[in-house]
Each structure stands twice: as structure tokens, then as C-alpha cells.
């Protein structure tokens, strides 16, 4: 870890030297209080972590340390669901490229020569100086990709097929309904008929509902004999 | 004795079981009406029963108080605003998950509830066992067990109702439900911004608008911004704000995380109340299922049952209504007998009993097809017969739910219409109030026996056969036009749960079939009585009329003729002479009946609206019968009676030779029939519509329907006219 911090140092001390950014020094303690953090950090915490090293900084002045680390593109920013922005580091010794799930946010690092040379050539042919590069493509993961081949809207299954109920989609209000009526996401459904057009009968337990084709086109289900209960619900992170 | 009035109200989840227990606690003193605004049925019922004056009220059966529908709405507003003594929520114990759904809403409310856990029988059949003493402790509210249809716990109901309504608590506050952290922070930030504005009479439980608001309930908010005027402002949008942040940390509205933080803690009561046993028995309902909507076979099916219930109605029917139509015979010759001849003894005969009677026979049939379409109602069939017919339904854009209503209007229009109510969205319900009417009811089905019989002999049959399927085939294409024209199909997401076939129950059948027929007596009884006292009065005056031909000097002249002859006539010869003198009198007679008719107010309103009906082959005598089929249509063949025959009954061969004799051709017929069929539904009808949708959808509908009605007439008596020659 500790060479790749130097290496990443280095990097940003030259950025900063030749763009001409003040308080440099500063920064760099700024920086190498950052590096050495393993998770996502806020602007409030790295000033705590600063403060207990005995460097006491204005957060103000670490929040835009940060934001210049982040336009340069040492460190990412995150805002995750209460809206407050964490920062995480950017290993620019150590790369990788990722393919980063958008269904699982699972991560998938790869590295390939070809690319990296062939980024290379692109950027001296523009003549631009690449000082690092960042790759990242998004898309749905094999495991993923699996699972959603299995799912189905409930318009698709068979006559006498069983099936669980993975999701509903559509408005709020059709989800509501549908949800105070007893039908819900990992509920077991039995299709009594199916014509292939117009309304359709499901059975839920001892209940039986008819289902206008546009409603039960949204709701997705997923074959029985694979499902267990609550087995590949989305694993949000 | 104290009579104190305490208010119950039933609510549960639809096929709960709920109307069973209403009928079997108020038995026949129900009251049917309307609720306030809306064309929802309001059934209320008047008990005494331990001293206590009991107001049952039964609510529309839902499955939630979010309001989606009219029920739902107006079932919440009855809780809110009439705040009931007592409410009794009928749970279904067989599906219990479900039914504690609406159960946790009702507790929400603040109001004080009382679970019937009904079919407990069914439940322990399907191998769940209640524990109904746990059940209360958790929820704090009192539990009862009862099976409705066995007519068991319904005393302990009430008793427990009556004590409840009497006892001061309600849910102790520590047993409601409970949300995940963020929610009940957002919930009491609501609240706090609510308490800051508001006064101690505002109606509503606090917590309980502070979560319909998180949820965005719109009519919550209006209430709101009408209680508080301009302070609701802050309120809105603290809760629209707070809205926006659940949102974002849940990703997800926050109505479905509530619902489903509700199924949350059903769960966990029912993982302490219901014990499974791993016994299951088949389902009896889903394998009847399997073969009712089957793709080959449930088409089949559904088309012997409708056969078999016409059928049923019209043959069966015939025997009651030869003898109401004896009774009606004897009647009006007792009325003969007894009343001296006059104006009264006419007005009576020919006016009132007439003009009734001539309606009244067709109760037998209606009692019958409404009592086939109960029976279809209370086994659960109707359900999977709406289902089969969506599909023919879909072709008006309409669902399948809109077959009921046109099959009832097979008996008579009235029903049919109040039956849209069913329906949830309005679009559907207007357009199936317009097509209604071309549903050939068994008012018209006189006119065409009448006519049909007389022109068509052979092919009476066949030919009525085809008016019906026109009827239908006129509201298919009629509701097509609707929808694309001025009723754009927002295709709501449909879902509706098919009740689970059930063996019906004499006295639920009955209450049904008196429910609906009683609306035809009261058209009876209302519009068709007056209206035909308005159209004896037209034809009988005025009195003075000016005959072409002095009708009693000419009979004097007949009777001395003939007395002259008989006198010097041989015995043998004397007899013949007499009846000759009999049938010149009553050929006299009826030549100055009709010149009456002729002159008459009626007859002169015939003559001045028969330039319209010309076009399509009728005389004035036409043209005054159709106008009189307005009141009902049943009217026209007794206007024709009078106006024709002007002897013997409606129905006698009198009328056919009349007819025949009349210089009517059968295309004139035919014309006659296609325009008795669509033409502007009987003025019950018509007040119905207007009551069900408003005045303009009634003009539109009286406006068009009979246009179509001339129309085709005209095209098929022009049309025909063409043809022959």
C-alpha cells in the first residue's frame, strides 16, 4: 500500500505544482490523512480524523481539498442515501478497469494491455498529455443477467405454471392495490388461465383474481421450482 | 327500557361474508338508499335488540380505506365523518393475512373495532387454528367468532357490539402499528406541524392524518386545506417535503413502504395467533375453476346458462302470468259489475287497471330473471361469466364487469342501470348506461309477439330472436363509437377477485331477487300508473266530439229495423236476425270508438307527429302507440288495443285481424319493431340515467337512441320498399 500512496503523492504533487494551487503543503497533509483512510469519508470526519493527528484544519478548507482531489480525480465522490457526500480514494498505481453492475453494484476489475496502450496512442495522437485515466463501464453482471432471464412478466407464464412474484412495477396506486388485494412481491401464484390475450385468472392460496393483461404485464414473476422465498432478491449493498 | 340508539357499521373485504350477516341480522327491515353524493347503495337496517335501538349500517365491501374507489371513499368518509358507535369488521378467517389489512387500517382510524372472525369453520377446514384470545389481546380490540351462513355468534356479535359501544376504551395506543424509525420521525415531524395549527375540535385522530399525509392521500389534503384555509400551506409542505426524503432513503414512495411495513406486523401477529397444520385440503373452487373459464369449455358453458335461464324465465313464467292475467280479467269485471257505468267505472277500467295490469304480468318473468341472475350472483358464477365475456366486451373497450348490468337489462332497464354501480370507473359505467337500453327488455317483448305473430306467423320466432341479437349488436357498435368519440378509454389496471363458489342461500337469493324487482313495482306503482291516467284522459276527452255520423240515431235506426223483422219473422229466422243486429251495433260501436280515438286529444297529437313517423311506414294509430310507449313500452301494445281493435283484450286474435285489416304491411311491422327496440328507453329508464349520470348523458341518450331508432327503421322500411317493388 505504502509505495502506491507515495506513487499517488508524487502525482498529485506535480498536478498541484503546475497548476499553481496554494497552500500546498497543507494540502499534502490533507492529502496523506485521505490516503490512508480504507472506507468513504466525509468532509466532517476527515477534519475529526485531521484534528485527532493534531493538524486542525477548517472544514471549509478540507472540503475543497477534497472536491480539487476529486476534479483531478484521486478521490470519488459518493452520495449515498442520506444525501450527505463521501469521498473515497482513487488507487492510480494499482489499476484496474471496472465494469460495475448496475442492478448488484457488484464491481468487476479487469486489465488489458491492449486497451491501456491503445489509450495511449489516442491520447499523444490528440496531443494531450494523459496524466491517468479512469474506465468505467456499466451494465448488468452475469449473475444478474442469470437471474433476470428467468424473470418473466406474469402475462408469459403457462396455463397450470407456478410462479413467484419477484416484483411489481407500475404506478404506486396499481402497486397499492395489488398489494392490499393479498398480492405480493414472494407471493406464490398458480395461472388457472391464460389465452394468450385478454384477461387472465391467477390463483394466490385459496384466492383467485382476474388480472387485466396490462396490470399482470407488470407484474414480474420468476418459475416456482428455482425460487426459494426470498432467494435472489435484489442485494442492494 | 332504555332505548338508546347505537350506530353499527359492517365493513370487511368483499366475499367476507359480510352481506350474509347483515341479511341474517336485519332480516327484512332493511332500508336501501343512497349514499349522500354518490350512486353507491347504502343498506341500512333498524334492530332492537337488548334494549338498545341498533342502526346497522353495511358498508361497501373493500379491501383497504386508501381510496381508489368510490367504495373505499365513501366507506372511510361514513367512519370519519358519522363516527359510528361501534364498527364491525368482518374478517374472513380462511384469509386472514388479507383481511387484518383492512383490519390495521381500521384501527388507525381511532374508531372503536370489533373483529367477527368469520367462517372460522372454513378456516379450520383448511388446517388454520385462531387463537381469537390472543388475537384481542395483541390488537386490543374484541374478537368474535362467527359463521355467518350457520347464522352462529351473531347474538354474541351484537351483545359484544352493545357493550363495546357503551364501554369507554378504544385501542390502547401501545397496540397500534409501529413503523420503521425514519417513518415514525417523519410522522411525529407531521404531526408536531399539525398540533402548531390546529384547535381542539379537529376531527380527525392526529397521527392518523399525519400518516395519510406522508402516504399523499389527495382527499386528506383537501379536507385539510378546507379545515385550516391558508395554514395548511406549511402543513402540505412539511409532509410533502418529509415525503421526498423517505423517498430517497427508501427508493420507494412511502405508501409502499408503510403497506409493506404493515404486512410487516400482520405477520408477526399471525406468526403468534394461527397455527398451521400441515393438512390441506384440495380446493374445490379452483378445480371448478379449472373447468368454468376453461378456453374450450367455459364458453359452452357460460351459453347453456344463459339459455337455460331464459328458458327458465319465459316458460317457466308463462304459468303466472296466465293466472295474473285472469286475475286482472276478473278484476276488471268485477269492477264492471260493481261500479255503475261513468266516467269513474271508465277511468278505473280502462285507465288504471288497464293501463297496470298491462305491465304488471310481466312480473313473473322479471321475479324469475332476476332470481336466475341472484342465483348466478350468489354461487359465484357471475364473476367468471363477466370474466368469459370480456373479451366479447373488449371490443366496446368496456371490461368484462359490464356484462352484468346488459344481461340484467334482459329483464328490465331500471336494475340494469342501477347496476353499473359496480362498476369503478365512471367512463365505463356512462357508456354502460347508454348501450343499457338496447338490451331488449321484456317490456318490448309483447310488441314484438304482437306484431311478429301477426305478420310474421311462421317465423315469429326467428323473427324476435333477431331483434334481440339487433339490440345487442346495436349496443356493441354504439358503445365503439362512444368510447372512441366522446369517451376515451383510460384503460384503468384491472383486477377484481373471483369469490370463491359458494352453495347460495334461499333467503340471500331472495333478498336479492325482491331487491330488484321492487324497483320495477315502484315504476309500476310511480311513472307507469300516472302515465297510464294520462293517456286515458287523452283519449276519452274531450267528451263533446263531433261525430261525422250520428252514432245513435243510426243504432236506434238498426234497432228498429230490426225489431220490425223479428217481429214478422218466423222463430227459426228471428234467432239469425238478432245476431245480425248484435254485429251491426257493435260494428257501429266500434266505427265511433274509433272516430272517438280519432278525435280524441291523443288522436290529434297522433295526427300531428305522424308527418315524422310517416317516413318509416307508421299511421297516426302508430305513431300515437310509439309515443305512448314512452311511459313504458309495454304501453304500446295496450295504445293499439284501444286504438285498432277498440274491442276484446290486447291479445286477442281481435288485435291481429284488426291489425291485418288495418292496411299495416309486414315491412311496416318489421319498421315498427326495429324502432320499439332502440327507440328512448321508458321514462323510468330514462329518470334512472338521469339519476345514475347527470342530465346531459340523458338527453344524449334519449337524443340517440332514438335517432338510431328512426334510422333504421327508415332504412329498413325504404329500404324494403325498394326492394319489392
Known amino acids: 500500500m505504502g509505495n502506491i500512496h507515495t506513487h499517488e503523492r508524487r502525482q498529485f504533487e506535480k498536478l498541484f505544482d503546475q497548476e499553481e494551487i496554494d497552500c500546498l503543503q497543507q494540502r499534502l497533509a490533507i492529502l496523506d490523512a485521505f490516503l490512508q483512510t480504507e472506507q468513504h469519508v466525509t468532509a466532517d470526519e476527515l477534519t475529526d480524523i485531521l484534528k485527532k493527528q493534531g493538524q486542525g484544519f477548517e472544514k471549509p478548507f478540507v472540503e475543497e481539498t477534497l472536491e480539487l482531489m476529486r476534479r483531478y480525480g484521486f478521490a470519488q465522490k459518493n452520495r449515498f442515501e442520506n444525501g450527505q457526500a463521501r469521498y473515497e480514494h482513487r488507487h492510480l498505481g494499482d489499476h484496474h478497469d471496472h465494469m460495475i453492475c448496475t442492478k448488484c453494484n457488484r464491481i468487476i476489475e479487469f486489465e488489458d494491455s491492449r486497451l491501456e496502450n491503445l489509450q495511449q496512442e489516442i491520447a499523444r495522437s490528440y496531443g494531450f498529455h494523459m496524466l491517468q485515466h479512469r474506465m468505467e463501464i456499466y451494465g448488468i453482471c452475469d449473475r444478474c443477467l442469470k437471474d433476470r432471464m428467468k424473470k418473466m412478466p406474469l402475462t408469459a407464464a403457462k396455463i397450470g405454471e407456478r410462479v413467484v412474484i419477484r416484483e411489481l412495477t407500475g404506478g404506486s396506486s396499481s402497486r397499492l392495490r395489488l398489494m392490499s388485494m393479498g398480492l405480493r412481491v414472494n407471493d406464490e401464484l398458480e395461472v388457472i388461465t391464460n389465452y394468450g390475450q385478454g384477461q387472465m385468472v391467477v390463483a394466490a392460496g385459496n384466492q383467485r383474481y382476474v388480472l387485466g393483461r396490462g396490470l399482470a404485464r407488470k407484474i414480474i414473476v420468476e418459475p416456482y421450482s428455482q425460487a426459494s422465498p426470498s432467494g435472489s432478491k435484489d442485494s442492494a449493498p | ?725
Open chain 2, 1 to 725: 327500557m332504555d332505548s338508546r340508539q347505537i350506530r353499527i357499521a359492517l365493513t370487511g373485504n368483499p366475499n367476507s361474508g359480510k352481506t350474509t350477516i347483515f341479511n341474517h341480522l336485519t332480516g327484512t327491515r332493511q332500508k336501501v338508499g343512497n349514499w349522500p353524493g354518490v350512486t353507491v347503495e347504502k343498506k341500512e337496517g333498524d334492530i332492537e335488540k337488548f334494549g338498545c335501538q341498533l342502526k346497522i349500517v353495511d358498508l361497501p365491501g373493500t379491501y383497504s380505506l386508501t381510496p381508489f374507489s368510490i367504495e373505499e371513499i365513501v366507506a372511510r368518509d361514513y367512519i370519519l365523518e358519522d363516527r359510528p358507535d361501534v364498527v364491525i369488521d368482518i374478517i374472513d378467517a380462511s384469509n386472514l393475512e388479507r383481511s387484518l389489512y383492512l383490519a390495521n387500517q381500521l384501527r388507525e382510524l381511532d374508531c372503536k373495532v370489533i373483529f367477527a372472525l368469520n367462517m372460522a369453520d372454513l378456516a379450520r377446514s383448511r388446517g388454520y387454528k385462531i387463537d381469537g384470545e390472543k388475537l384481542s389481546e395483541l390488537l386490543g380490540v374484541p374478537v368474535v367468532f362467527t359463521v355467518g351462513n350457520k347464522k352462529e355468534g351473531l347474538d354474541e356479535l351484537l351483545k359484544t357490539a352493545v357493550e363495546y359501544a357503551e364501554s369507554g376504551t378504544g385501542i390502547p395506543e401501545s397496540r397500534k402499528v409501529r413503523y420503521s424509525k425514519d417513518i415514525e420521525k417523519a410522522i411525529s415531524e407531521v404531526r408536531e406541524e399539525l398540533e402548531s395549527r390546529i384547535g381542539p375540535d379537529f376531527p380527525y385522530n392526529r397521527r392518523w392524518t399525519a400518516v395519510k399525509l406522508l402516504e399523499d392521500d389527495t382527499i386528506i389534503k383537501q379536507r385539510l386545506e378546507k379545515l385550516l384555509g391558508t395554514d395548511s400551506a406549511q402543513v402540505l409542505e412539511k409532509a410533502q417535503q418529509l415525503r421526498d426524503k423517505l423517498a430517497d432513503l427508501f427508493h420507494e414512495e412511502p405508501e409502499i413502504v408503510m403497506t409493506d411495513e404493515r404486512y410487516g406486523f400482520i405477520a408477526g401477529i399471525l406468526k403468534e395467533v394461527v397455527t398451521t397444520s400441515s393438512r390441506r385440503r384440495v380446493d374445490i373452487s379452483r378445480n371448478i375453476d379449472l373447468v368454468l373459464t376453461n378456453r374450450f369449455l367455459g364458453f359452452p358453458i357460460f351459453i347453456f346458462f344463459i339459455w337455460a335461464m331464459f328458458q327458465i324465465t319465459f316458460t317457466v313464467g308463462a304459468y303466472p302470468m296466465a293466472w295474473l292475467d285472469a286475475g286482472i280479467s276478473a278484476l276488471s269485471s268485477g269492477v264492471d259489475a260493481l261500479l255503475p257505468p261513468g266516467v269513474f267505472e271508465s277511468f278505473l277500467l280502462e285507465g288504471v287497471i288497464a293501463g297496470v295490469g298491462s305491465v304488471i304480468i310481466f312480473l313473473p318473468n322479471i321475479v324469475l330473471l332476476f332470481f336466475c341472475i341472484a342465483l348466478f350472483e350468489d354461487t359465484g358464477y357471475m364473476a367468471r361469466a363477466a370474466f368469459l365475456m370480456d373479451r366479447i366486451m373488449h371490443l366496446i373497450g368496456l371490461h368484462g364487469k359490464s356484462f352484468i348490468p346488459m344481461l340484467m337489462g334482459f329483464g328490465c332497464n331500471v336494475p340494469a342501470i342501477m347496476a353499473t354501480r359496480a362498476l369503478e370507473s365512471r367512463k365505463d359505467r356512462i357508456l354502460t348506461v347508454l348501450i343499457t337500453p338496447f338490451m331488449s327488455c321484456s317490456a318490448r317483448l309483447p310488441v314484438y309477439i304482437v306484431l311478429a305473430g301477426t305478420f310474421f306467423a311462421a317465423y315469429a320466432g326467428t323473427v324476435i330472436f333477431l331483434l334481440y341479437l339487433s339490440g345487442v349488436v346495436v349496443a356493441i357498435v354504439t358503445g365503439r363509437l362512444f368510447r372512441v368519440i366522446l369517451l376515451k378509454g383510460e384503460d384503468a389496471p384491472f383486477v377484481m377477485e373471483l369469490p370463491p363458489y359458494r352453495l347460495p342461500m334461499l333467503k340471500s337469493l331472495l333478498i336479492h331477487m325482491w331487491d330488484r324487482s321492487k324497483m320495477f313495482l315502484k315504476k309500476m306503482g310511480g311513472v307507469i300508473l300516472v302515465g297510464s291516467i294520462i293517456i286515458w284522459v287523452l283519449s276519452a276527452y274531450p267528451k263533446a266530439i263531433d261525430y261525422s255520423v250520428d252514432y245513435g240515431a243510426r243504432m236506434d235506426q238498426v234497432h228498429a229495423e230490426y225489431a220490425e223483422k223479428i217481429a214478422s219473422a218466423p222463430a227459426a229466422e228471428a234467432r239469425k236476425l238478432e245476431e245480425e243486429r248484435t254485429a251491426r251495433i257493435a260494428d257501429l260501436r266500434r266505427a265511433k270508438r274509433i272516430e272517438h280515438a280519432e278525435k280524441s286529444y291523443l288522436g290529434r297529437i297522433g295526427r300531428f307527429v305522424s308527418p315524422v313517423f310517416e317516413p318509416i311506414g307508421m299511421d297516426w294509430r302508430g305513431s300515437v302507440a310509439i309515443l305512448t310507449g314512452f311511459v313504458a313500452k309495454e304501453v304500446v301494445v295496450s295504445t293499439m288495443g284501444v286504438l285498432y281493435a277498440a274491442e276484446g283484450d290486447a291479445e286477442s286474435d281481435a288485435l291481429h285481424r284488426a291489425l291485418r285489416n288495418s292496411g299495416m304491411t309486414s315491412l311496416a311491422a318489421l319498421s315498427m319493431m326495429v324502432f320499439v327496440l332502440l327507440y328512448l328507453p321508458c321514462l323510468a329508464t330514462v329518470a334512472v340515467i338521469n339519476r345514475e349520470t347527470g342530465t346531459r348523458w340523458m338527453i344524449l341518450s334519449v337524443v340517440y337512441t332514438t335517432a338510431i331508432a328512426w334510422l333504421a327503421a327508415f332504412f329498413i322500411y325504404q329500404g324494403g320498399r325498394l326492394l319489392m317493388a
